[in-house]
């Protein structure tokens, strides 16, 4: 059973676009990350949300968590080839540490 | 080198053998966690670590599966009689474990195979 769900599974899209990928879940987390993976690589953080309804912006890409710290969303803005990876967000389970699953993830693929 | 790492980068192993991982973190973290991601999937929770106990081995999927770490330091994750099934990468990642909205630093992984 997935705690987190994550959608769309796979996005094709052409450089200059705008998307969405979403990260959804029945659970309450204290904190949620969004990681990026490169083929042959181990994850890297972009961002951490904790308070619901928050927004950051890291660039072109924009994080909001859902009011009720369930669900995420990132925005790109202009996507462009190097934004190709799979897109992971990770959902904190502890209030104190950190113990952190993560959804199957969103495989984005940017075409120049 | 600085950051988390993962020995042996790939392992090809036959099935029924038996197979050690280890880790390395970054100095001074204290929370270790292993994962295991098979193809187009996300990472898989394994195991997490709070100093040389593990805070929770929920995701460990059956008493074949093991992971030490006895000096808070370096991770072994054992894995007894393998099978095919147990084929994957298997990543390791570090935190300084302080507040809940820590880092988590990830290795390479190392890829298991089993025949």
């Known amino acids: 059973t997935q705690l987190l769900e994550q959608s769309p599974q796979f996005l094709s899209i052409q450089e200059g676009e705008n998307l969405t990928v979403y990260c959804n879940s029945s659970?309450?987390?204290?904190?949620l990350q969004w990681y990026r993976q490169e083929p042959g690589e181990g994850p890297v953080l972009l961002v951490t949300?904790?308070?619901?309804?928050e927004v950051k912006k890291l660039k072109r890409l924009t994080f909001q968590f859902g009011d009720a710290r369930k669900d995420s969303s990132l925005h790109i803005t202009a996507a462009q080839p190097g934004d190709t990876g799979l897109y992971l967000c990770a959902g904190n389970r502890d209030n104190y540490g950190q113990n952190f699953v993560f959804g199957p993830g969103t495989r984005l693929s940017v075409l120049p | 080198g600085a950051g988390v790492s993962q020995t042996p980068s790939n392992k090809v192993t036959e099935k029924g053998k038996y197979v050690e991982l280890r880790c390395d973190p970054i100095?001074?973290?204290?929370?270790l966690y292993w994962y295991r991601q098979s193809l187009g999937q996300g990472p898989e929770f394994l195991i997490y670590f709070q100093g040389t106990g593990a805070a929770d081995d929920s995701g460990l999927p059956n008493d074949r599966f093991f992971a030490v770490r006895p000096e808070g330091s370096v991770s072994t994750l054992k894995i007894q009689r393998t099978e095919r099934g147990d084929s994957a990468v298997y990543l390791c990642a570090s935190s300084r474990g302080n507040a809940n909205t820590g880092e988590l630093f990830f290795g390479e992984g190392s890829r298991l195979t089993v025949l």
């Open positions: 659970s309450v987390f204290s904190s």
């Open positions: 949300v904790v308070t619901g309804g």
């Open positions: 100095s001074g973290h204290t929370a």
